[in-house]
């Protein structure tokens, strides 16, 4: 896809904007959204396998923010009047090639400013799957994958911190709190 009609596609998609109890207060256009820093709904999916290793995405370069950085398995947001879980599915089918069972492991709201003077500003939901097939990239979102241990992707952060995408940095001690 080019750059103008990736812009028209982000012009196109909608994204929920929420207060601080993730209460919807509105609607707006995707990418303006992140040019306004306003904070909308989104979500993160972390599927690991029978080894509990973690799939990672490489953002493909061309993404609107973060691109050719490394993160969890599928990142994106619900559009308007559509349930954060059913907006995981599609976009882990769309992304990643495949889908599996998600359940909400926590929330978490965190505010970062990105390239091309882009903000994310979310509350996330962060969704746990587990799956061992292997992904079919859509090039559009994604220029690589690896499985990866937890420890080693603490490690991987703690020293190179400029390969990951700020939400798995900031969220990525707590994933695994919590998953015990
Ligand atoms: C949800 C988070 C943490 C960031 C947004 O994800 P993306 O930037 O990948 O959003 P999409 O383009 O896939 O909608
Ligand atoms: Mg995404
Ligand atoms: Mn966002």
Redesign the pocket.
Known sequence: MSATAQINT?LE?QVILVDISDRQIGIAE?LQAHRDGSLHR???IFVLNSQGQLLLQR?AKH????GGLW?NT????PRPNEMTLDAAHR?LQE?MGFDCELQELFSFVYRANLDHELT?Y?F?HVLLGYCDREPVLNPE?AEDWKWIDLKTLQTNIRESPQFY?Y?LRDCCDRFITELG
């Open positions: 982000l998609e995707k989104a979500f993160s953002r993404k609107y923010h973060s993160t599928c990142c994106s947001h976009r992304e994310e979310e996330d979102e995408t939400w």
